[in-house]
């Protein structure tokens, strides 16, 4: 009787064990099938001619969002699926591992901001051997094996700068640069180009060159330093995106009696009302834009069995409060005209 009842025991045991092996067994085979049938429908629906890859600086930085949306733009024209990847903040080691990546993936190309240094080169050359094209954009490194460089002419944009301090400005200056970071090739570049401008005039003297790390509570820090160090500062150029409006933050917090002059880099929104407001005096126009389409359009062409050049500078431009109205250009500025 006790064995009778102990072996009904391990029956009903078993029973119910394989009714809950069953059960999500089921779900796995149904689910499975489910998701399999989804993946072949969003395949058969979103069938590419190229994966291409857009590596940016930072995730969420406004200029390369610039760069993406021309990068999108030019990939849906091209049927080429577009992806857009990066740091969050901007970290070379994360972009190179990044790079890395998409190589091990196997992608059709690869478009991203130049680096210094042996390591960048040796993943260039390693994605050539793998057939992957690598394209540069914004900045540039030349020995590398990259197929091309879209971008500024970034020696000459500074060279802009310096010009027109030069020309909006009178008697001695006291002059300081705020820049992104002090690594930067197209930074140095650019605080290069703004160096050989002002050497042709004894008027102006460079104070001192101090990073931002790419961020504008870092350019407000900066330049709350260099006024705290230097109260005779008459002038700042800075050289990335977001280093204008940090220097106009820490001159409202320093509230000098003879508020210093600035110029700033690129159109952002907020740049652009500031200089209306007559707290920027002039920012350098680029076209990251127009970046990011041609790189899509000359990758392509390479896809395609063609010969591209090597260098393609887009062009640039000087904006002042003559060209705004309500935060919006009402005087069009030609590319390479610099007023």
Excluded: C
Aim: hydrophobic share 35%; proline share 3%; no cysteine.
């Amino acid at each position: 009787m006790h064995t009778q009842t102990k072996a009904k025991r391990n029956t009903h045991t078993k029973t119910i064990g394989f009714i809950l092996f069953l059960i999500p067994f089921t779900l796995m085979i149904y689910y499975g099938k489910e998701t399999f049938y989804i993946e072949q429908q969003l395949t058969a629906e979103n069938t590419y001619d190229y994966h291409f890859v857009l590596i940016t600086e930072e995730v969420g930085n406004d200029y390369w969002r610039l760069i993406e949306k021309g990068a999108k733009e030019a990939a849906e024209a091209q049927n080429i699926y577009l992806e857009y990847i990066g740091p969050k903040v901007a970290d070379n080691d994360e972009r190179l591992a990044t790079l890395d990546r998409m190589i091990a993936a196997g992608v059709d190309a690869i478009i991203t901001k130049g680096m210094k240094g042996e390591r960048f080169q040796q993943l260039v050359q390693k994605a050539n051997n793998q057939n992957i094209p690598v394209a540069t954009v914004d900045t540039d490194n030349e020995q590398s094996a990259r197929a091309f460089y879209v971008g500024t002419d970034n020696t000459h944009a500074g060279y802009l700068a310096g010009e027109t301090l030069i020309n909006q400005t009178t008697g001695p200056q006291k002059v300081a640069i705020v820049t992104g970071n002090t690594e930067a090739p197209n930074l140095q570049q650019r605080v290069e180009g703004f160096q050989n401008a002002t050497k042709q005039t004894d008027r102006i003297e460079l104070i001192g060159v101090t990073s931002s790390q790419i961020t504008e509570l870092g350019a407000a820090q900066a330049a709350y330093q260099l006024l705290k160090q230097h109260p005779d500062l008459t002038a700042f150029f800075g050289t990335s995106a977001l280093d204008g409006m940090g220097i106009v933050q820490a001159v409202e917090e320093m509230q000098p009696a003879n508020p210093p002059h600035i110029i700033a880099f690129d159109t952002l929104s907020e740049t652009l009302n500031l200089i209306e407001q007559e707290k920027i005096d002039a920012t350098i126009v680029q076209y990251p834009e127009k970046m990011g389409r041609l790189a899509v359009e000359l990758m392509h062409a390479i896809k395609q069995g063609k010969t591209v050049d090597t260098n393609y500078h887009t062009q640039t431009g000087v904006i002042d409060k003559t060209h705004l109205h309500n935060g919006e250009l009402v005087t069009p500025i030609e590319e390479g005209e610099t007023q």
